[in-house]
Each structure stands twice: as C-alpha cells, then as structure tokens.
C-alpha cells in the first residue's frame, strides 16, 4: 500500500480528553489521503472483519481499555486485548503502545488488572511511545522492555480550544477580582494529584487578595467533600467542581496568573502543555516530566515533593518572578509542539515499522 494511502487505527476508551482525536486530525494533516479511524476497542472479530485494509494499529490507556464492572469482565476484556494483539502480528498489522500512566492511580480494585493490561500492551506493541527520556528508562526497567521505544513529547492543545477572551473577561466571568493574584488548578480532582496540600499551603498565605481557583469534575464524591471541607471558611477558594466545558477552558486559564499541579506522582502531564497552550506557567513538584517541562525557571516554578513547606514557599514565590517573561516562553513552548509537528514524528515511527525495521530507543 502507497505510505500516503496509510489506514491508522487508534483504540482508545478515553473521549473527554482530545488527546486521541487531536491525534488523528493532526495525522490526516501531515500526510494527505491518510486514513484515520478510532475505536474504543481492539476485538478479534472486528480485525478479521475490518481489519484486512489496516497498516498501523496504535493503543492508548491499556489499563483502561480493560476497566469494567465485574472481574469476569475486566478478564474478558483483557484476553480480546491479548488475541487483538496477536493476530493483529499475524496479519502483518505493526502495533504502537502509548504509555500515558506508568501505573494506575488510585482504584485499588483495578490497579491488579490495569498493570496485566499495560504489561501485555508493552510487551506485545511492536513499538512502544513515551513522552520522555525518563519515561523510556523506567520502561526498559520495569517491564524488560529494551526494542523500539521512542521518545516524542507530548504535544500541545494549540487551535483546538477557543481562546478569544481577555483576562479581565474572563475573571468577570469567573467572580474574581480584577487586581488579585490567581492561582488555578485546572483538571478532573483525584486524591493523586495533591489538590488537598495545595488547599492547605495556600491558606497559610497572608495576602487577603489572593485567590485559589479549583475546576473540574470530581472523581468521587468523597474526593469532592474533602476538597469542600477543606476550602470551608475561606472566600479566597474559589471550586467550581464540575466538567468544564472546552468553551469554558479559556475562562480559566486566561484568569490565572499560574497554574498549580502539585501531583503526588506523574508520567506524562497534559494539564501542563494545556497551561502552556494558553501561556500559562506551571507551578508543579519537581518529578516526572515536570523539570524538563518547567525549564530552569523558564516556564514556571518547581518544589520539593518532599517537604511539606516547599508548596508553600512556591506559591510565595510565584508573586515574585517574572510572570510575563515565563508565559511568552510557555507559549513559545507549546507552538513548537503543535499536534500538525508532533504527528510527523509518529508518522516516522509508523514508516519505521512498516519497513521492517527495529530500534533500541528511538
């Protein structure tokens, strides 16, 4: 089949993040008459129906494509996983696994059956992507993983949301204060991602004008009863726990004059590319991806996981430095990872593999 005639496969369960669909628009992009389809599974039947006319098959969130009620479910799932694919190698269809979690979060129950899920999805993968070095490295360290693991970052949200509004519009919009110091934490609110300690360092700042806005739908109710009870009493909290519309997105980062992910633990961060994509600057634990995307003080501020009064001492310092500066090099950032660049370098690794070829790291 001619390369530009390419038929790309992404099975992915996730629909609220565009990270997929952008995915797909930004293939069909880079390279006309490339087709691009995607599923929200890999079954055997649909590939021996379907599947004749498929070059590329490309899995994201394995542990969530075998996350079902029940156990004989999530088992089920995960044996369709497994003959996906292997037949999908024995019909000559290559195969990439992009990791997004190197483990699951917080679901106990299903963390056993998201860690088979992702073990079958790296050892099988003809390719495995990651979005950064370190990444690459706990791969080959934790599943033996040693062949055609390539490194591509991950990409911006530039052009897909709206981004009209002024930064006095959309604090208009959101009741906050024209004059005040915004922190925002963007994104669905799961125990993992600290917003806990985040709401308790910034209630020991001093300036009364400051305000912490917190948006996103909650993972469970209890999550969202511990982040309202520790908000209680004090008007500079702002909580908007629920979805946020992509419309919507723009009202909060265009508000904030730094975004906070005080993660507990992180892969990969599309929180902070979707700052960057609004020239927003992050502050974050300096873990994972989170050095390299935060810069030496380029595109935002780090702190020590570690110790307790660092967040605190970070979201000081935040009303210190150079905002302006950081949110044009944030911005700078993000343009030189759009979806249209970023999908030329999975097309190399799809050309890669259709021509037989394999690499150590790539």
């Known amino acids: 089949m001619a390369a530009d005639a390419m038929k790309v496969v992404l099975v992915s ?19 006309v008459g490339l087709q691009c389809l995607h599923r929200e599974n890999l079954l055997p039947l649909w590939l021996l129906l379907r599947g004749r006319n498929v070059d590329v098959i490309h899995l994201h ?19 369709m996983l497994t003959l996906g694919l292997r037949l999908a190698k024995r019909m000559g269809i290559r195969t990439v696994y992009t990791i997004h979690n190197l483990h699951p979060h917080e679901d106990k129950e299903q963390a056993g059956m998201g860690e088979k899920a992702q073990r079958t999805a790296i050892q099988l993968a ?7 070095g370190e990444v690459a ?11 055609n693991i390539f490194v591509i970052p991950h990409p911006s949200y530039e052009g897909y949301y709206p981004d009209d509004v002024s930064r006095e519009e959309a604090r208009r919009k959101l009741g906050v ?14 125990p993992y991602k600290g917003i806990s300690e985040l709401i308790v360092s910034f209630r020991r700042l001093p300036d009364c004008d400051a305000r912490l806005v917190i948006a996103g739908a909650i993972h469970t109710p209890e999550c969202g009863e511990t982040i309202r009870s520790l908000a209680g009493g004090d008007n500079r909290v702002v909580t908007h726990l629920s979805y946020v519309p992509p419309e919507e997105v723009q009202f909060y980062l265009r508000s904030g004059d730094i975004c906070v992910l005080p993660y507990r633990h992180v892969t990969t961060s599309g929180a902070a ?3 960057f994509t609004f020239g927003c600057p992050v502050l974050a634990p300096a873990i994972g991806p989170f050095p390299a ?30 905002l302006a500066r950081m949110s044009a090099s944030a911005k700078k950032y993000a343009s030189a990872l759009a979806w249209p660049l970023v999908a030329k370098e999975h097309l190399r690794v799809y050309d890669f593999l259709m021509g037989g070829h394999e690499n150590a790291v790539g």
């Open 13 to 31: 369960k996730v629909w609220l993040n565009p990270y997929v669909s952008l995915m797909c628009d930004g293939l069909r992009q880079a390279r």
């Open 61 to 79: 969130w394995a542990e969530l494509l075998c996350n079902d009620p029940g156990p004989w479910k999530n088992h089920y799932n995960l044996a």
């Open 126 to 132: 003809d390719a495995v992507h990651v979005h950064s």
């Open 137 to 147: 490295e706990q791969t080959r360290l934790l599943y033996g993983r040693r062949k």
């Open 177 to 190: 204060p024209r004059d005040a110091f915004v922190y925002i934490f963007l994104g669905l609110v799961r």
């Open 273 to 275: 590319m979707l700052a």
């Open 293 to 322: 995307l935060v810069g030496d003080g380029e595109r935002g501020i780090l702190f020590r996981p570690d110790d307790p009064d660092d967040l605190f001492g970070a979201l000081e310092q935040a009303q210190k430095v150079d």
